[in-house]
Every structure is written in C-alpha cells, then in structure tokens.
Antibody, heavy 117, light 110 residues
Framework: EVQLVESGGGLVQPGGSLRLSCAAS????????MTWVRQAPGKGLEWVAN????????IYVDSVKGRFTISRDNARNSLYLQMNSLRAEETATYYC??????????WGQGTLVTVSS | QSVLTQPPSVSGAPGQRVTISCTGS?????????VHWYQQLPGTAPRLLIF???NRPSGVPERFSGSKSGTSASLVITGLQPEDEADYYC??????????FGGGTKLTVL
C-alpha cells in the first residue's frame, strides 16, 4: 500500500523558513516523479512544485520561484520542500503526492503551515 | 487565477445524475492535454478519481465517469449517494506549469 506521510509544518513568522518532509513507503520511490500541492484554509488546490526521479529536474509555480526548493533523497525514500521568505498568504496545508503522467495518484494527509506573527 | 473554470457548486438528490464541468480558458490547455479529477471529502486529503479524461483508478465506483472534448471536460456522477458529498477538482497541464487545478466544485447531496 502506498503511504505518504508529511511532517515539518508549524507556526512560522513572516519572512521565516520551514522545511517540510514527506516519507514514502509501499512503492519504488526512485521510479516516480513527486510533487507538492498546497491548500489555503477554505480554498482550492494549488500545485507548488514537481521533481523528477533523480532530482535533477525541478519545476515551480511562479509565486515560489527563488524562495522554495524541492528536493529528494531516494536512499531515504523522502521528499522535501525548503520554504524561505514565507508570506502570510502561504498559510496552507501542504500535501505531497506521487505523480503519474501529469496527474497525482496518491496523496499524503498533509501538514499545516501557518505564517503569522 | 485558475485557467480551468468549474461551477462553484452543484447539487442533486440521492439517485440522481449530476455533471460537473471544467472549461479551459488558456490556449495552452490544448485539446491534446488530459484532464484529471479529484475528490476531496470534508477534512481529508484529495484522492484521484479520474485520470486521463475517462479512466478510473482501482477502487473508484463505476458511477463516476469523465469525458473531454476540446478544452472542456466533464465529471458525471450517476446514482448519486450521500457519501459523494465532497469538493471536486479538475486538473490539467499548462506550458511550464506541471499542474493546473480548477477552482473546485462543492457537491451537495440534498
């Protein structure tokens, strides 16, 4: 059974940093692209970033370019999202998901990031 | 702002058929791009419901179906059940952006 478990969320001040992690199990992690999707409270889904199987190709939504970094450790079956210069409007639940052919076929339960002073 | 437009809400009585539309507003949501659908039950993570326009992952009931024509797609739920009450999102691909989501549609089962 595919399992994705996010961690690392919490309260951070505007301008601060946070690193999210996603532990994967139940599938061959190194064979799949992975993604981060976020959802602000009461709002819709927003794709944030994708990373390819070996971690060399990364794609970001424009609003996070230069501030967020997606990475992975295939030896540890883990996905990461380093978030710097966080803004209040980035308060959201952050989901990691396994990527198929431009769709997301398995999702974690999410981790809440609150950006507030 | 989403380049995929969905109605904010739809409703139907148990046993009825409902349709949720998803219209692409960008030329880059081309006719060859697949559309995928997700269901998000209250308080839970999204789950993949339909992929590549009209394919159901294992475990998704047959009453859920999808279709696509040009830059528009539809999710159809037949034999509506109370447990189908959820938010539904369409998703496709835009140039340089791996995942584009619609704004979501809240389905209410009357």
């Amino acid at each position: 059974e595919v399992q994705l478990v996010e961690s690392g969320g919490g309260l951070v001040q505007p301008g601060g940093s946070l690193r999210l992690s996603c532990a994967a199990s139940g599938f061959n992690f190194s064979n799949y692209w992975m993604t981060w999707v976020r959802q602000a409270p009461g709002k819709g889904l927003e794709w944030v970033a994708n990373i390819n199987t070996d971690g060399r190709s990364k794609i970001y939504v424009d609003s996070v370019k230069g501030r967020f970094t997606i990475s992975r450790d295939n030896a540890r079956n883990s996905l990461y999202l380093q978030m710097n210069s966080l803004r209040a409007e980035e308060t959201a639940t952050y989901y990691c998901a396994r990527a198929g052919h431009y769709y997301f076929d398995s999702w974690g339960q999410g981790t809440l990031v609150t950006v507030s002073s | 702002q989403s380049v995929l437009t969905q109605p904010p809400s739809v409703s139907g009585a148990p046993g009825q058929r409902v349709t949720i539309s998803c219209t692409g507003s960008s030329p880059s949501i081309a006719s060859y791009n697949h559309v995928h659908w997700y269901q998000q039950l209250p308080g839970t993570a999204p789950r993949l419901l339909i992929f590549a326009n009209n394919n159901r992952p294992s475990g998704v009931p047959e009453r859920f179906s999808g279709s696509k024509s040009g830059t528009s797609a539809s999710l159809v739920i037949t034999g509506l059940q109370p447990e189908d009450e959820a938010d539904y999102y369409c998703q496709s691909y835009d140039r340089g952006v791996s995942g584009v989501f619609g704004g979501g549609t809240k389905l209410t089962v009357l």
